[in-house]
T-cell receptor
Framework: NAGVTQTPKFRVLKTGQSMTLLCAQD?????MYWYRQDPGMGLRLIHY???????AKGEVPDGYNVSRLKKQNFLLGLESAAPSQTSVYFC??????????????FGPGTRLTVL | DAKTTQPTSMDCAEGRAANLPCNHS???????VYWYRQIHSQGPQYIIH???NNETNEMASLIITEDRKSSTLILPHATLRDTAVYYC???????????????FGGGTRLMVKP
């Protein structure tokens, strides 16, 4: 049981390049999330998904797109990378969204640098 | 205001109890308090959550004041591996109850020392 995995672990992009970050979970969770974490700060929600085929915007969605074609995968895309998108990206999943059970399981993160 | 207030940093001696406070004075009646921690360079890890009553699990205890304006996370016997940033989070309901967003503040950096 691998939990939540993310690929790649590290990436360096030049401004204007595009890339896709892949998140996979093997816990059959309905909900999946993408967060970013800038140095010395807490995580901020980019986009989330409440089920296969659905996505929604979080707190900081601009410059990112997401897709959830399969229940176990949640993709985060950067169409034209900017230096401001240099960050550590974390994916998470949860079984439900109820406030009484919102244990989110996080992946190990992807460190992205945009030059 | 959906934020919580935590001390920036704390130290604790190994083997002693670590008591991490959190202020959430504007919390509403149906908001839960969650605690997560983030060990350096790793993804956050769920610890515990509660609404009104005190809670305990294998990792920690959560003490919530009667007026719910503050809470304390207790690690009963801190070890060096408990060194991490601890986040106290209020669950915010997303639109249409479609999901709940974890809103991370700055957290408390706990340093457990030998």
């Amino acid at each position: 049981n691998a939990g939540v995995t993310q690929t790649p672990k590290f990436r360096v992009l030049k401004t204007g390049q595009s890339m896709t970050l892949l998140c996979a979970q093997d816990m059959n969770h309905e909900y999946m999330y993408w967060y970013r974490q800038d140095p010395g700060m807490g995580l901020r929600l980019i986009h989330y998904s409440v089920g296969e085929g659905t996505t929604a915007k979080g707190e900081v969605p601009d410059g990112y797109n997401v897709s959830r074609l399969k229940k176990q995968n949640f993709l985060l895309g950067l169409e034209s990378a900017a230096p401001s998108q240099t960050s550590v990206y974390f994916c998470a999943s949860s079984r439900t969204s109820g406030a009484n059970y919102n244990e989110q399981f996080f992946g190990p993160g992807t460190r992205l640098t945009v030059l | 205001d959906a934020k919580t207030t935590q001390p920036t940093s704390m130290d604790c001696a190994e083997g002693r109890a670590a008591n991490l406070p959190c202020n959430h004075s504007t919390i509403s009646g149906n908001e839960y308090v969650y605690w997560y921690r983030q060990i350096h360079s790793q993804g956050p890890q769920y610890i515990i959550h509660g609404l009104k009553n005190n809670e305990t699990n294998e990792m920690a205890s959560l003490i919530i004041t009667e007026d719910r304006k503050s809470s304390t996370l207790i690690l009963p016997h801190a070890t060096l591996r408990d060194t991490a940033v601890y986040y106290c989070i209020r669950i915010l309901r997303m639109n249409n109850n479609a999901g709940n967003m974890l809103t991370f503040g700055g957290g408390t950096r706990l340093m457990v020392k030998p």
